[in-house]
């Protein structure tokens, strides 16, 4: 069963030109009904992934009524116009805690040839004398293009102690079936004192995490031992994680250096993990975990494209950077920069002719409001629009939909019933 759009085409909206945008690079935008919007209750944390080999879209979202949530997806085949019924992942009344509304952490959705598709999110658990819920890593998979879909299982390995974080995650396929997930782990936590990549430690308001990995080889049916990839990572900044043009996965996530720096690095996942190495050297130095990992995205043609947030006082801005295959980048781009730039939070997806779509949350104002900007196969700037009626969104996710569109999708941080929202970008 299918439902069309109710809104139909809204207005288009012009190129906001910024940082020299050419007039000649156009973005109309066009609001779709996502389908969560016929139904009750409050909807939030979306996720957007194409079906490899099609041109059918996948949309993941959490709903329900403020203390039940539910893990829903559904399926287009006309680039967001119909979608099929929702169908229920997980969660429920008799699943509490199961599945719950956390955007730096929302579910990571996974589309993979042959109708494959994976979902990974946190569970929450309360544990007495923790200010925040602790949490296992929960995955579920389905392999008739999202229609049923497996009963979850618990990623990570440490389930006989006390519960701690296992959360702000990637995930992507890999090699011809598989699959990586990466997450910030908590279980080598033991003292609020961060310990730095070079051994340092010094005082920081909350401890480094770990970044744990696990893959699969039969995409979900078995996963390898957790182990170990990189330590001393911002403890609440999410892991980004991308399929390279040779099949590995790739991760992105906020470093901790010596004198309380956080910058963005990036790394292959490998068995003996590498050095990661810097997209940006933006020495942003702050004593604690600011709440927003990097996007990070890359093309069939072998180029990175990734997106972040920098706080740096005189500095701060969203930023975005494409690297070749070593990692090595030729600078950043400003998106949006200024003092009253406050903390963002970005997807990114590769074009096919080489460029990139960006997306963020927040305006040279400090207002929460989606934009979507237009990078160049040079990696210059080429435009940008503000998603009208787009107030307080926060969290934006991207698809890109063949040569000349794209979905994006977000959610309202403050509607007191906030639901999910979508609309179509043709890129003339």
């Not at 051994?199 to 080889?217: N, Q, R």
Request: hydrophobic share 40%; glycine share 12%.
């Amino acid at each position: 069963m299918t439902h069309l759009s109710a809104r139909g085409i809204a207005t288009a909206i012009a190129c906001v030109h910024l940082w020299g945008c050419d007039s000649g690079a156009g973005i109309a935008v066009s609001a779709l009904d996502p389908p969560s919007a016929e139904r009750a209750g409050q909807s939030a944390d979306p996720a957007l992934a194409i079906l490899p080999g099609s041109s059918d879209v996948m949309l993941s979202w959490i709903e329900g009524d403020g203390k039940t949530w539910s893990l829903y997806v559904a399926r287009s085949s006309d680039g967001g116009g119909r979608w099929s019924s929702p169908v229920a992942v997980a969660g429920g009344p008799d699943a509490p805690g199961e599945v719950h509304p956390h955007g730096e952490s929302s579910p990571r959705l996974v589309a993979a040839p042959g109708g494959h598709v994976a979902l990974v999110w946190p569970n929450s658990i309360t544990v007495p004398g923790r200010k925040w819920p602790a949490g296992m890593l929960r995955f579920a998979s389905s392999s008739d293009g999202g229609a049923t879909w497996s009963r979850p299982i618990t990623l990570n390995d440490d389930t006989t102690g006390a519960p701690v974080s296992h959360q702000f995650h990637g995930a992507t396929w890999a090699g011809d079936s598989g699959l990586v997930v990466a997450w910030l782990d908590e279980r080598d936590v033991a003292a609020p004192i961060a310990s730095g990549a070079d051994g340092h430690a010094e005082h920081a308001s909350e401890p480094d995490a770990t970044i744990y990995l696990t893959s699969s080889a039969d995409f979900g049916r078995t996963w390898t031992p957790n182990r170990v990839g990189w330590r001393a990572a911002c403890p609440c900044c999410r892991v980004s994680l991308a399929r390279n043009s040779a099949g590995q996965a790739v991760a992105a996530w906020r470093q901790h250096f010596p004198g309380n720096v956080r910058d963005v690095v990036t790394a292959v996942v490998a068995e003996t993990p590498p050095e990661p190495r810097r997209v940006h050297r933006d020495d942003w130095a702050y004593p604690g975990c600011p709440h927003t990992g990097p996007a990070m995205a890359i093309g069939t043609d072998g180029v990175a494209h990734t997106v972040w947030y920098n706080g740096k006082p005189g500095d701060a801005g969203v930023y975005y950077a494409r690297s070749d295959g070593d990692g090595s980048s030729a600078g950043r781009v400003g998106l949006v920069s200024g003092a009253e730039v406050g903390t963002a939070h970005a997807a990114v997806a590769p074009l096919g002719d080489g460029g990139a779509l960006a997306a963020y949350d927040v305006s040279a104002e400090g207002k929460r409001r989606i934009t979507v900007a237009r990078l160049s196969p040079s990696g210059a700037l080429a435009g940008q629009v503000e998603i009208a009626d787009s107030d307080d969104g926060k969290y934006p996710q991207l698809a890109v939909l063949g040569d000349s569109a794209a979905l994006v999708a977000w959610a309202p941080a403050s509607d007191e019933q906030p639901q999910v929202r979508l609309a179509r970008l043709e890129l003339r």
